[in-house]
């Protein structure tokens, strides 16, 4: 049977009818030489053996199944794996004006969701990778588990795992696509009284070949066992999900548009981690309320006054039972108080807000609220999504020092999408190194550097805490 779309992908996939809430992902990796390409080439090949959809591209089903990831016979490695030289001077601007461009552009929706180039010409002599990723092929957590595939703990590159056997394109037939999905949505649709026709219900077993369905316990949608108060928090939980935003809090950040503008800054971890656990939070409270700092400073720099601002911040549903890659968040959204000055009290707020949405009630039913909102028209999507003004993502990286190819990496940075904010920003970890990737909307913020050094400032005060 054919491998269908979970339902938090196919909604991730569906809203970029709206090229304001595309979902790439790209990252930088800074190495301190020219690595191997031929070992690195190797490594890609080796993981898209191992990952399926490395080697899939997305087709459409008859509705109203969800789409489904194919492999087809036109797969060329040397497409997603390419290398080029950096343009004069050789800066980490000229890598991130690379990347810049990578970002906006979308994929050639016939072939697999990722693309990397290996960038030499560096000035003193470095290198970098930039890395370009669909998130419905994998989130932060994953792309960390398949980099770990990239990645030697040493300069010898070689000796790694043997390359498995491609995996065989399998033939299909013009009723294909229609048997599985009749197939998928007749075991979605039977079953114990409470199931609904939705998608994300059932999944397909890879290893057996067999279909299981996926349970979302017991106290909502027709258990037998519900209160009417766990029923009626739920339903709450829900619509505090998936309410739509009528506009932005912030009265300065209000337009979106197509162009995006990226940019890095670099924090020591131990000092991030000191400063919030100093005002009983987490590195994480630390980080929100760093990115509303610099929120806030911006604004003042605008003769603006500003309050508590819309954010979205991911939230990992990721098990260890769960394969590499693949994409197992959810997107929850709360207001942040950005207009608070003191950055203690700033970071005890977003601590218990944060430990609200953790807490949510429609965390377990993420699948089913995601193939509910599939089924609704996509001004509704857009109005979920596109007046939050900034996202926040903390991806726990790589905690040693590691190889690429032979050359050390020196440092990397995660630029997750905009979806229809003003900002992204996401917080990526290298050893002992907190790596901000800064990705802007220019239509909502146009004064770039003003905005870079205001989130710098932003940053300085948490720090101050842990002095």
């Given at each position: 049977m054919t491998a269908f779309m979970r339902a938090s992908d196919a909604f991730t996939w569906a809203m970029e009818t709206d090229p304001r809430l595309r979902s790439t992902v790209v990252s930088v990796v800074l190495l301190d030489g020219p690595p191997d390409f031929d070992e690195v080439r190797e490594r890609f090949d080796l993981i898209s053996r191992k990952l399926p959809m490395f080697r899939q591209r997305v087709?459409?089903?008859?509705?109203?199944?969800?789409?489904?990831?194919?492999?087809?016979?036109?797969f060329e490695l040397d497409y997603h794996v390419r290398r080029a030289a950096a343009p004069a001077p050789g800066t980490l601007d000229a890598v991130l004006e690379m990347a810049r461009v990578a970002e906006m552009q979308d994929f050639d929706r016939a072939r697999a969701l990722w693309e990397t180039t290996v960038v030499t010409g560096l000035d003193n002599g470095g290198a970098a990778m930039i890395c370009k990723f669909h998130h419905a092929l994998t989130d932060g957590v994953g792309g960390v588990q398949i980099a770990?595939?990239?990645?030697?703990?040493?300069?010898?590159?070689?000796?790694?795992?043997?390359?498995?056997?491609?995996?065989?394109?399998?033939?299909?037939?013009?009723?294909?696509?229609?048997?599985d999905t009749w197939r998928y949505d007749a075991y979605a649709a039977t079953g114990k009284p409470g199931w609904f026709l939705f998608d994300g219900l059932v999944k397909h077993d890879l290893r057996t070949g067999g279909l299981e369905r996926i349970s979302f316990g017991d106290g909502v949608f027709g258990s037998e066992t519900a209160t009417a108060r766990s029923a009626a928090a739920t339903a709450a939980s829900v619509y505090r999900t998936v309410?739509?935003?009528?506009?932005?809090?912030?009265?300065?950040?209000?337009?979106?548009?197509?162009?995006?503008?990226?940019?890095?800054?670099?924090?020591?971890?131990?000092?991030?981690?000191?400063?919030?656990?100093?005002?009983?939070?987490?590195?994480?409270?630390?980080?929100?309320?760093?990115?509303?700092?610099?929120?806030?400073?911006?604004?003042?720099?605008?003769?603006?006054?500003?309050?508590?601002?819309?954010?979205?911040?991911?939230?990992?549903?990721?098990?260890?039972?769960?394969?590499?890659?693949?994409?197992?968040?959810?997107?929850m959204r709360f207001d942040v108080p950005v207009g608070e000055a003191d950055p203690a009290a700033r970071i005890r707020a977003v601590h218990q807000r944060t430990g609200a949405v953790r807490d949510e009630q429609s965390l377990p039913y993420t699948q089913l609220i995601a193939a509910a909102l599939n089924l609704m028209p996509r001004w509704y999507i857009g109005s979920v999504l596109r007046h939050v003004d900034f996202l926040a993502s903390d991806v726990p990286g790589v905690p040693v020092p590691v190889y690429l190819g032979g050359a050390p990496v020196r440092a990397q940075y995660a630029f997750g999408p905009t979806i229809g904010a003003a900002v992204n920003v996401t917080l990526l970890t290298y050893v002992d190194t907190c790596a901000l990737g800064v990705n802007v909307d220019t239509t909502a913020i146009p004064d770039f550097d003003v905005f870079h050094a205001a989130l710098v400032a932003g940053f300085d005060e948490i720090l101050s805490l842990a002095s």
């Open positions: 087709v459409q089903s008859p509705a109203p199944a969800p789409p489904r990831w194919e492999y087809y016979r036109g770990m595939n990239l990645f030697s703990l040493s300069a010898d590159s070689h000796g790694h795992e043997s390359l498995p056997a491609e995996p065989r394109v399998p033939g299909s037939s013009t009723f294909s696509g229609y048997r309410r739509p935003i009528n506009r932005p809090g912030s009265p300065l950040v209000t337009e979106r548009g197509l162009t995006r503008r990226l940019g890095v800054h670099e924090v020591p971890m131990p000092l991030l981690r000191e400063a919030a656990h100093r005002c009983g939070g987490a590195l994480n409270d630390a980080f929100v309320a760093g990115v509303a700092g610099g929120l806030r400073l911006y604004h003042e720099k605008h003769g603006v006054a500003v309050g508590d601002l819309h954010l979205t911040m991911p939230i990992s549903l990721r098990t260890n039972a769960d394969d590499m890659g693949g994409n197992r968040i959810t997107l």
